[in-house]
């Protein structure tokens, strides 16, 4: 709790945490205050601006644009939490692993992460799209496929900071194997620093996924994203600016609010470590 | 250093063999072939189209000669645009995206150095928490909201600038800076960081005690090790830019690379994609080959340690 308390201490990181709170209860409840559905096309009511009818006007086949709004912050918001859950999966234990055996096992495994890190991870996620086609899961997967990396990167350095503590050696002359090793004492104790780091990817995740959207190489109609809104909204700009607008500002303030706390709880852990 | 700048030169070169064939194996084994989508085609025309492009060669015969053409600098032909290469679509794209990226490089140095030396220099001060006020609004705002905000206002609203396109240098404006922004921000952030750090060791407080004026101190003690974080940003920003430049360049539809790689990804051009990757791997590369050059440089207990 004292954790907690800290943290929203300082106004922006409340004003962070409110934001938060807010977007993912109107993304998830939003769809039900409003009257319109997601699918639904108002033939008299094209590219039509705010009103208390339509509170984000509508697109230009006239469905309402704030409960397309909500669903593609949804959608944002499914896909980084997904992906994060790969990611984790395999970056503890490829790093885990690479940390505590050392050796050529520990050189040539952090040498994999090293190569790929050398590459965008835009192009990769293109690359990938290019050969198995466009489909949802394969973002998922593109995107965890490059998320892990940083991962990989900081359990191995925790690793190596816990591999010669006492307990670890007297486990180890006892007899464990790296197995028994890895989900009794190193996970448990890595897991803290990477839970404060996934909350700083989560945000970059929602970016990468809205950026391919935006390039016309992720999400497709008739599903949506906010990638997917902004680049609709980027078509009629000089018309109708509130269909950039809206999901654009939407996009922003999640990110920024999500960045924000991040930092905050980060700041905070490693202030408390040395106290 | 020599070694190390060797030890590095060698990963560099393994890490562009892999690149380049995984990607190739990787494209051969995509499913559906390039000539798909088009009208049904008879057995022997697809043969011959086959055999014009060497896709009926074993694939090891195939990859064999992709690798000679690449020394030679051929990429192959186009799979969906007929009569062209790949070498001249990249070569007609390539000076477009070196100058939007060079602009943006120069122009993020320019404003983000001076500003960051400023805010470590003055811990607390205003400009300080501007700058990390702005490095977090360029954090969030992502290029895909920010680009097509700044078309619609410079262009449609005020009409400063054209909206898209590459015919003149004033083309070239808004693209730069969109593409700088987040750049300079992280340029101001890492710089200010940087400075502060440094401003604390004992080897200032005796520069300053022998009375060296504060203009020398930063130039000569401050700057040399400030500098070294932007410098290990060098690589990532190489990769940042291309896909900043990958988004700029659809925004406001300049016919780079970018464009290719991407319009390429969506009509499933192989060869395009395969020729722009390799491309873009080995400048991503030799930016860190670069990076690892100025570390050795500036930091000497980096030249002791390897």
Sequence with gaps: MAFWREIFSSITALVAGAFIALLLAVSLFGPLLSPHDLETMNWDRIGEGPSLVHWFGTDEVGRDLFVRTMEGLRVSITIALITTAVALSIGIPWGAVAGLSGGYTEQIMMRIVDAIYCIPGLLIIILLVVVFGRNQYLLFAGIGAIAWLDIARIVRGQTLQLKDALYISSARALGANTFYLLRKHVIPNVIGPIVIFSTLMVPNVILMESTISFLGLGIQEPDTSLGVLVSDGTQVMESAPWQLLFPGVVLALMVWSLNTLGDRMRMTSQTSQVA | ?306
């Design chain 2, 1 to 306: 250093m020599t070694q190390f700048l060797l030890k590095r030169l060698l990963f560099s070169s393994v890490t562009f063999f892999v690149i380049v064939t995984a990607v190739f194996f990787l494209l051969r084994a995509a499913p559906g072939g390039p000539f798909d989508g088009e009208r049904q085609l008879t057995p022997e025309i697809e043969a011959n189209l086959k055999a014009a492009y060497n896709l009926d060669d074993p694939l090891i015969v195939q990859y064999g000669s992709y690798w000679m053409g690449l020394v030679k600098g051929d990429l192959g032909p186009s799979f969906k645009q007929k009569d062209f290469r790949v070498s001249d679509l990249i070569a007609a794209g390539l000076p477009i995206s070196v100058v939007l990226g060079t602009g943006a490089f120069l122009l993020a140095l320019a404003i983000g150095l001076p500003i960051g030396i400023f805010a470590g220099m003055h811990p607390q001060s205003l400009l300080d928490d501007a700058v990390m006020a702005l490095n977090n609004f360029n954090l969030s705002v992502p290029s895909i909201v920010a680009a097509p905000v700044m078309v619609l206002i410079f262009s449609v609203l005020l009409g400063l600038f054209p909206a898209g396109g590459a015919d003149s240098s004033l083309h070239y404006v808004l693209p730069v800076i969109a593409l700088a922004m987040p750049f300079s921000a992280s340029v101001a952030r890492l710089v200010r960081g940087g400075v502060r750090d440094v401003l604390v060791e004992p080897h200032i407080k005796t520069a300053r005690s022998k009375g060296l004026s504060n203009s020398r101190v930063v130039v000569r003690h401050v700057l040399p090790i400030a500098l070294i974080p932007l410098v290990s940003y060098l690589a990532p920003a190489a990769a940042a830019l291309l896909t900043g430049s990958v988004v700029v360049e659809t925004v406001f539809d300049l016919p780079g690379i970018g464009r290719y790689f991407v319009d390429g990804a969506i009509n499933r051009d192989y060869t395009l994609v395969m020729g722009v990757t390799v491309v873009y791997s080995f400048a991503i590369l030799m930016f860190n080959l670069l990076a690892d050059l100025c570390y050795g440089l500036l930091d000497p207990r980096i030249r002791v340690v390897d």
